[in-house]
Structure formats: structure tokens, C-alpha cells
């Protein structure tokens, strides 16, 4: 199995659309830090974004086709450039999605806005590899890429879906959005210049057959030296690759590999904690107890106790709070509302939560 197929399968992750924003100028949208185990991302279907950085850099121009997500899972604030007070915005709940809107020039932007959502502790090792900030285009003029082509077709299917209420429409949204997780992260591997960390490590031909090694058999006893006769390089250069695509050792990914794996493991409460420490490459129980609170900061039966929510429970909770009886919907909104920012993006200045109580109140 390759490496990325084998990472979602180690680590399920859920797709969800929460918003559809169609703006015009002046506009702003200032959102997150998301719940913990969520990466936000947002896909320009037309127009443009400026991306401000938080640490006081340049801001980053999004155009249509630009894809962003935000492992780093931060406060972002986009906004369409041009320094003037944003206009107000109105928040439209419909029965599949949201659709944020305000009035303004005819230069529009048009945007959807979702998360990823992995299961604790997973969230971690992407955070840990992946860059604080992902950009992918798919837009026609995307170069000749096969992967950059299926990602175009995806999104058109997302602008399509959320374009009405059709039968169906939010699972088909939802599942659309975890497959483009899976297809951002295959086109920035195959980019020339794949961003520092796993991507640029897996996304190496030459070292992408080490990659798949470390995640399709963790329970093996890795060296260096076998690392490296995979990859027809010395143990040096293979040393060096590491450090500079990935910012880390082999010995360290093996360890966050097979930390994932046990804590899946331990969910199970079929298998003793021995079973788990030989599944994941351990052959004493002790030394494995050792490295999973060193890692994960509990013992592992701590872990086993805590039976953290999968990405499935989580979107299976949501799914039931999508179904049940308006009210009960509506009361679970602002419930979140009161504590976070997160669903319902502070557009234009702050003006478009209000509006989108209002519309709510006026759906009960």
C-alpha cells in the first residue's frame, strides 16, 4: 500500500463543508483557531484573497483555483485588499449548508470554507509534518498534471452541490471534502518544490520507497543502513535527506508512526498491552510503556481509560445534531456561538454572526 493511503487508513480523517461565501467588495472574513483536532481549509472557487500573516509578513494573494489549508489550525483573517471598511454580510442557513453573503462591487469573491477532522492523537503527526500553511492550485491553467485535473473536477462538484439543495447534497458535500484532503496533499508531493516535511520527504523519488517502508511495516526493526539500501544511497545522505526535508531523523517518524498505530491498537480492548507493544515493534513491554508516555503524556492503559472520540464518532454526533428536530439544532448552534467563532466566521468586521442569529431566530 503507498504511504498515503496507509497514513488514512492509520489516521481516518472526515471532510466538512460549513460554509459557502459569495462577497463583494469590501470584505473580511477573520475565523478560527479551530477545535483541536481540526485543519481548516478554504478553496476560491472565483475571485481573489489577500491571506494575512500572522506574524507580520507580507500577505499571501489567493486566486481562483488556489486551495488553502491550515494544518497549524491558527487564527486567519483574509480579507479582499483593499484597506476599507467591510461591507455587512448575511449568513443564510439552508438545509444542507450555509451560504454567507453580502452586497458590494461586482469584483465578487466566491469561497468555500470547511475543516478536516482527525482523531486524537493523529492531529499531531500531521501538524508535525505537514507545512503551517498549504497552498495547491487546480485551476485551468494548473500545468498538465493528472492529480491537479481530478482536483479541478472535485471542486466543480462541490460548486455544483452547493450551488442548491439537492437530496443527499450534505453527505456528498462532506465526502467530497475529505477526498480533496487526500487530493491536496498527492498534488503538493508531486509539486517540484514540495513544501518542507512530509510531502517534500515522500514526494522525493528517491527516498519515497523509505517512506513507504517506515509506514507499512513499523513493527519492523528499521536501521539506518537498511533505510538506506532501500533508497541506493548512503547512510549519510540518506541521514541528511531526512534532516533537511523533513526536519527530523528516520528513528524519530518510525516513533510517531508506531505511536499512532498503538494508540489505535489500545482501543481494542481485546489485546493486552503486550500485544500492542509486539504489534508496533516492541519486544519489551516496559520500553514501550516508556515511549508512549513519552510521546503521548499518559501511560498507555491512561490512554486505553480516556477512549478518545474517532473522527467517524465526531461526525456521527454531527450528523445526529443535522437530523434532529430544528430546534434542537438551533439551540446547539448557539451554544457554540456563545464559546467560539469557529462555525460561524467573523465576516465583514463582525457584523455577519449577527446577522446570522437573526436569521436563525427568525428560522425557529
Known amino acids: 500500500m503507498d504511504w498515503l493511503s496507509r497514513l488514512f487508513e492509520m489516521m481516518p480523517v472526515r471532510g466538512r463543508l460549513d460554509l459557502r461565501c459569495n462577497y463583494g467588495a469590501p470584505w473580511r472574513i477573520d475565523q478560527g483557531p479551530g477545535e483541536a483536532n481540526e485543519i481548516p481549509y478554504h478553496a476560491v472557487l472565483a475571485g481573489s484573497a489577500m491571506l494575512e500573516d500572522p506574524a507580520g509578513g507580507r500577505p499571501l494573494q489567493l486566486k481562483a483555483g488556489d486551495i488553502l489549508l491550515l494544518p497549524g489550525n491558527p487564527r486567519h483573517v483574509m480579507h479582499d485588499g483593499s484597506g476599507a471598511a467591510p461591507l455587512p454580510a448575511r449568513n443564510r442557513a439552508t438545509l444542507n449548508f450555509t451560504i454567507s453573503e453580502s452586497l458590494g462591487s461586482d469584483e465578487r469573491l466566491d469561497l468555500l470554507c470547511g475543516h478536516f477532522a482527525i482523531a486524537p492523537p493523529h492531529e499531531r503527526l500531521l501538524r508535525n509534518y505537514l507545512p503551517a500553511r498549504l497552498v495547491v492550485n487546480a485551476g485551468v491553467h494548473a500545468g498538465e498534471r493528472e492529480t491537479a485535473s481530478q482536483l479541478s473536477g472535485l471542486v466543480s462538484l462541490m460548486r455544483s452541490e452547493s450551488a442548491d439543495n439537492r437530496l443527499g447534497g450534505r453527505a456528498m458535500l462532506n465526502a467530497l471534502s475529505t477526498a480533496m484532503f487526500a487530493l491536496v ?51 549519510a545522505t540518506l541521514a541528511r535527506q531526512f534532516q533537511e526535508k523533513l526536519g527530523t531523523s528516520a528513528s524519530n517518524l518510525l516513533t510517531e508512526i508506531r505511536m499512532a498505530y498503538a494508540a489505535n491498537e489500545l482501543r481494542k480492548s481485546s489485546l493486552s498491552t503486550g500485544a500492542v507493544a509486539e504489534t508496533v515493534g516492541y519486544q519489551s513491554e516496559a520500553a514501550f510503556q516508556r515511549a508512549f508516555k513519552s510521546h503521548m503524556g499518559v501511560t498507555p492503559a491512561q490512554w486505553r481509560r480516556m477512549r478518545e472520540p474517532s473522527a467517524r464518532d465526531v461526525f456521527a454526533r454531527s450528523a445526529a445534531a443535522a437530523s434532529a428536530p430544528k430546534r434542537m439544532w438551533l439551540t446547539r448552534v448557539r451554544q457554540r456561538r456563545a464559546a467560539t467563532l469557529l462555525r460561524w466566521p467573523r465576516v465583514n468586521g463582525g457584523r455577519g454572526a449577527a446577522q446570522a442569529a437573526a436569521a436563525e431566530s427568525a428560522v425557529g
Open 185 to 235: 496533499l498527492r498534488l503538493a508531493s508531486e509539486a517540484d518544490s514540495a513544501p518542507r516535511g512530509l510531502l517534500a520527504l515522500a514526494g522525493d523519488p528517491r527516498l519515497a520507497s523509505a517512506v513507504a517502508a517506515l509506514f507499512n511495516e513499523p513493527a519492523r526493526a528499521w536501521s539506518l543502513p537498511d533505510l538506506a539500501r532501500l533508497c541506493n544511497m548512503s547512510r
